[in-house]
Each structure stands twice: as structure tokens, then as C-alpha cells.
């Protein structure tokens, strides 16, 4: 009897935390890192990144991600990020951009311009610092990737050069820290990547 009342509290309390696990991932699905994620790190890394740190990658070329389709009107939007913080979206191509209080010691405006051919975001004003991390959320809905398995890791890039020209190998300078969202309904599916960034100007998605 008590074997099985023991037994009973185990599969109870097993329960308990598998609900509290899913309502932690909400509805849509879960978080899965294609690395371990790692601490940010103030030094450069070596190549290939972890997720979760930032890695001095100058001179490392990586496969640009194209969108589903190509923008034939320049998509660009601009929002003033006072100190309390803010967020700013771009429901065409799938970002989102967080930013907590305390990123900005004073009101700016930022510009956000997507590029027509490739996952790809020129950020202004360039050069901009921030005092805290700002999170970027692209969904990969709209990108040529989305519905399909990875058959390598993802890698959010920044690009220096705010005048190099995009193609399908792109020269970055850093590897932010990143990480990628998969889907439980449909297969465990990669959903939306999200990576952190403290500078402006110019990022784009791309594979190893």
C-alpha cells in the first residue's frame, strides 16, 4: 500500500511540472538552442560561434538567408526609444526589436530599413551604443528557410560596412549571441531566431 501511494505522489508530482514546464513555453512552442548557451563574453571567440556569445569573426564568410519573396518597396520603419524603453516591429518582414529600460540614457530615434533580397536590417543611427542588451526576434515565416529542417547552425552577423553590397556570401565582422526557436506543432521546426545586440548599424541572418 505504501509502494503504492509513493508511486502515486511521484506520478503526481511529475505532472505538476510538466504543466508548469508548458506553461512556461506558452502555445506556440519552445525554446531549444542549437549550442549550449554561454555568458556573454567581453573578448573575442573563436569561429564557429556558441550560441550565447560574441564572436570576433572578421574575415569569416557565411551563406546569407534570403526572404520568401523579394521587397519590391523599401520596407522601413522609425520609433523614438526613450529611456524607459520601448519595442519596434516590423510585421512585413518579421522583427521585432526590444528594448529594456535603461538601454538609452536619452530619447532617439531609431530607422530600421529591411533589405529587399536577404534577411538583412540597416539600423540607424549607426554607431549607436547601448547601455543594456537590445533583443531582436525575426521570425523565419518569411524567410526562404521557414517549414524546413536546418542543416546548419544559424548565426546572427554584424556587418561593419554599411556600403558593402549583400549577396549570397557576405563578410561579417561579428557573431552576436543567437539562438533558435523550434516549433512543437510542426515537427520541431525552427520558428524564429533571437539574438541580443549593444550597437548599431547593419545585421543580417545567415548559416555556417
Known sequence: MLRIRLSNSIGALLGALLIASCSDMGSTGLTAPTEV?????????????????????????????????????????????????GTISIPETGLTMSFPAGAVASPITITVTAD????????????????????????????SIFGRALKSQLYAAYI???????????????????TTIFSVLSGLLPKSQVWTIRHF????????
Open 37 to 85: 548557451a554561454a555568458s556573454h563574453s567581453s573578448g573575442p571567440l573563436s569561429v564557429p560561434a556558441i550560441a550565447g556569445s560574441v564572436t570576433d569573426a572578421a574575415g569569416l564568410e557565411l551563406r546569407a538567408i534570403w526572404w520568401d519573396k523579394q521587397y519590391k518597396n523599401v520596407v522601413r520603419v522609425s520609433k523614438t526609444i526613450s529611456p524607459a524603453g
Open 201 to 208: 548599424s547593419r545585421y543580417m541572418l545567415a548559416s555556417g
Open 116 to 143: 529587399a533580397k536577404y534577411v538583412a536590417y540597416k539600423m540607424e543611427p549607426s554607431g549607436t551604443q547601448f547601455l543594456k542588451d537590445v533583443t531582436v526576434t525575426q521570425s523565419l515565416e518569411t524567410t
Open 160 to 178: 561593419a560596412d554599411d556600403n558593402v553590397k549583400l549577396s549570397g556570401k557576405v563578410p561579417v565582422l561579428e557573431i552576436e549571441p543567437s
